[in-house]
T-cell receptor
Framework: DTGVSQDPRHKITKRGQNVTFRCDPISEHNRLYWYRQTLGQGPEFLTYFQNEAQLEKSRLLSDRFSAERPKGSFSTLEIQRTEQGDSAMYLCASSSLGGSANEKLFFGSGTQLSVL | KQEVTQIPAALSVPEGENLVLNCSFT??????LQWFRQDPGKGLTSLLLIQSSQREQTSGRLNASLDKSSGRSTLYIAASQPGDSATYLCAVRPRNQAGTALIFGKGTTLSVSS
């Protein structure tokens, strides 16, 4: 499978616990994005990496959230002290450096987080 | 601030009908507009990307148009099939906003009955 891979597919956790998600982008893609989607809404941007550098973070990304892409390949998104409002689908996408006009994003299947 | 709106929120049609999904955006300063498909509980699949200098793109039974000056795009699906049932999302890449993030609409959920 040469697509974007996310693990786990589903995560159920209790409020206050920490969770970590992993994303493996398409191998030749140097851009990696994290989005969050709640039911009935479109995805909302969280953060973006170009290679290993985290170039942009949304105001949605509170200090409980941290993302890394240590070697410019896979990425992890950690949420500390989870809250019920964190329940959502967390989507990862990757792209090659094609310029803003024709950059196409390829999305993974997402990690569905439920905070009880 | 760029906002993207999709109308209708939901649409039900019988198999074989041609249909149009609408997307509007508030700021015409965009690099491109993309249409995605999302199946329940799944990620997004890119369908079509229209650069700001283009007027339309076609892929199989799908045709997307872009009228940047009026802030509108349409996705035309010809001869709909039950397998087309999904949520269709429109997204723009703003030119004037800081950052590179796509701004998404809430989507149109399409149901095609056999």
């Amino acid at each position: 499978d040469t697509g974007v891979s996310q693990d786990p597919r589903h995560k159920i956790t209790k409020r206050g616990q920490n969770v970590t998600f992993r994303c493996d982008p398409i191998s030749e893609h140097n851009r990696l994005y994290w989005y969050r989607q709640t039911l009935g809404q479109g995805p909302e941007f969280l953060t973006y990496f170009q290679n290993e550098a985290q170039l942009e973070k949304s105001r949605l990304l509170s200090d409980r959230f941290s993302a890394e892409r240590p070697k410019g390949s896979f990425s992890t998104l950690e949420i500390q002290r989870t809250e019920q409002g964190d329940s959502a689908m967390y989507l990862c996408a990757s792209s090659s450096l094609g310029g803003s006009a024709n950059e196409k994003l390829f999305f993974g299947s997402g990690t569905q987080l439920s905070v009880l | 601030k760029q906002e993207v709106t999709q109308i209708p929120a939901a649409l039900s049609v019988p198999e074989g009908e041609n249909l149009v999904l609408n997307c509007s955006f508030t700021d015409s300063a965009i690099y491109n507009l993309q249409w995605f498909r999302q199946d329940p509980g799944k990620g997004l699949t890119s369908l079509l990307l229209i650069q700001s200098s283009q007027r339309e793109q076609t892929s199989g039974r799908l045709n997307a148009s872009l009228d940047k000056s009026s802030g509108r795009s349409t996705l035309y699906i010809a001869a709909s099939q039950p397998g087309d049932s999904a949520t269709y999302l429109c997204a723009v890449r703003p030119r004037n906003q800081a950052g590179t993030a796509l701004i998404f609409g809430k989507g149109t959920t399409l149901s095609v009955s056999s």
